[in-house]
C-alpha cells in the first residue's frame, strides 16, 4: 500500500491561558455552562505572537523531532484561516524562517478539516513525485483575532495555537475520505473587511444580503446546524476512509478528534460503536484551535507515549465550507 510515515512532530500553544471564569468578566457567562455544554475549561490565546511564528515554532520543533534539517524539506503545505498576511502565504513565511529554501510553499484553506486535507495532499505529492523526499504539513491557528467576544455563544469556543507534521512516503497503511458540502458555507464563516475605494458606487456588497447577511468580520455561526452537521461528519468520514481499505473500524487504536465540543466527540464514538477511550481528547485545555487542534492532539498523544510506533490512527475532522475528512494512517 503506498502511504506515509509521520516522522516528526511539534506545536506551539501560547503562554496566555484563558479560564472559563476569565470569559465571564466579559460576558454573561459561567464555568459551569461552558464546561457541560463544550468540555472547555481553558484555551490558550496569543498574546503577543504572530500566526507565522506560531507555524515557524511547531515547524521547528518537527524538524528536530524528524532528525532533518529544514533544507531537506521538499514541499510545505500550511492550513491556516487567519493568515497574518492576505499574500504571501504562511508556507512561504514560514519557509524562510526555518531555512526550507529547496521546499515549494503555499496555503490550503479546508478550515477545521486543513489538517486532514493537508495531510492528504502532501501524500498525494510524495505519491506522484519521486524526488520529494519530506513534507511539512502546518496547522497553525489565531482565531482571536477573527473571535467575536461580546458574542457568548461562540467566544466561549476558540483558542490560538499551531502544530506541524513532517511526513515521507512508506509502505504503511493508508486510507483518507475528504469531502465538502458548500450549502453549508452560510452556516460558519468570517467575512473580510469591506474595502472602500474612490470608484466604489453601491453602498452595499452582495455579500451583505442573502445567505451571508449576517456577521461582521468576526466569526459567525449557526450553532445548532454546525453541531447538527458536525455528529454526523466525524463518524461519517471515518466509516468513508475505513470502507475504502475494507477496515473494521474497531480495528483503530486511536480516533484523534478536531476538537470542537466534547458532546460532538461523544456523540460520534457513540455512531460509531467505539468507546470514549480510544479517542484522543484534549478539548480540555485547548478549545477548538480550528486545523491546528487534530495535529496538536497528535503530538500530545505521541510526546505523552498515549499514541506508540505502530498504533493504527484515525484523524478525522470537520469545518467551515462546510468540509469534512478523514484519515487512516498507522503512527
Ligand atoms: N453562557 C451561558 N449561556 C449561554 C452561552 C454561554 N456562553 N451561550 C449560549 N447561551 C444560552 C443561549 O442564549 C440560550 O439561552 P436561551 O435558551 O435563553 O435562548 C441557551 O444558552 C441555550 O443555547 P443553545 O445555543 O441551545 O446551546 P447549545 O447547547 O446548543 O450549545 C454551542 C451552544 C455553541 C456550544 C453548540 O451549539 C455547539 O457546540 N455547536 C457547534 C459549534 C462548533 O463546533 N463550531 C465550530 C465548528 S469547527
Redesign the pocket.
Known amino acids: 500500500m503506498f502511504g506515509i510515515e509521520i516522522v516528526g512532530t511539534g506545536a506551539y500553544c501560547p503562554s496566555l491561558s484563558v479560564t472559563n471564569d476569565d470569559?465571564a468578566k466579559v460576558?454573561?457567562?459561567?464555568d459551569e455552562?461552558?464546561f457541560s455544554?463544550?468540555g472547555i475549561r481553558s484555551r490558550r490565546i496569543a498574546n503577543g505572537e504572530a500566526t507565522w511564528e506560531m507555524g515557524a515554532a511547531a515547524a521547528e520543533e518537527a524538524l528536530r523531532s524528524a532528525g532533518i534539517n529544514g533544507s531537506e524539506v521538499g514541499l510545505i503545505i500550511d492550513t491556516t484561516i487567519t493568515s497574518d498576511f492576505s499574500t504571501p502565504s504562511m508556507a512561504c513565511v514560514i519557509q524562510s524562517r526555518i531555512g526550507a529554501g529547496n521546499a515549494a510553499a503555499f496555503d490550503l484553506g479546508a478550515?477545521?478539516s486543513g489538517f486532514v486535507y493537508g495531510l492528504d495532499a502532501a501524500k498525494r505529492y510524495l505519491q506522484t513525485d519521486p524526488e520529494l523526499k519530506y513534507v511539512l504539513v502546518v496547522s497553525n491557528e489565531k482565531l482571536s483575532n477573527i473571535t467575536d467576544y461580546s458574542d457568548?455563544?461562540?467566544?466561549?469556543?476558540f483558542g490560538d495555537g499551531a502544530a506541524a507534521a513532517v511526513v515521507t512516503r512508506s509502505e504503511k497503511l493508508y486510507s483518507s475520505y475528504i469531502g465538502a458540502n458548500g450549502n453549508g458555507a452560510k452556516f460558519?464563516y468570517a467575512k473580510n473587511h469591506k474595502v472602500l475605494h474612490p470608484f466604489r458606487t453601491a453602498e452595499t456588497d452582495s455579500i451583505e444580503t442573502g445567505e451571508f447577511a449576517n456577521g461582521s468580520v468576526f466569526l459567525f455561526?449557526d450553532?445548532?446546524e454546525?453541531?447538527k452537521f458536525?455528529t454526523k461528519a466525524l463518524p461519517s468520514a471515518a466509516k468513508k476512509a475505513a470502507e475504502k481499505i475494507n477496515m473494521d473500524i474497531n480495528n483503530i487504536d486511536w480516533f484523534i478528534p478536531?476538537q470542537?465540543?466534547i458532546?460532538?466527540i461523544e456523540a460520534a464514538a457513540k455512531n460509531l460503536g467505539v468507546p470514549m477511550d480510544k479517542f484522543v481528547v484534549n478539548i480540555k485545555e485547548h478549545g477548538?484551535t480550528?486545523s491546528a487542534s487534530i495535529p496538536i492532539a497528535l503530538h500530545e498523544a505521541i510526546t505523552s507515549g498515549q499514541v506508540k510506533r505502530g498504533d493504527k490512527l484515525c484523524l478525522v475532522g470537520?469545518?467551515?465550507g462546510l468540509t469534512l475528512g478523514a484519515i487512516i494512517t498507522e503512527y
Open positions: 470569559l460576558v454573561d457567562t459561567s455552562w461552558i455544554r463544550t478550515a477545521c457568548r455563544s461562540s467566544c466561549i469556543l460558519l455561526q450553532g445548532k454546525v453541531y458536525a478536531h470542537a465540543n458532546r460532538i477548538n480550528s470537520f469545518g467551515a
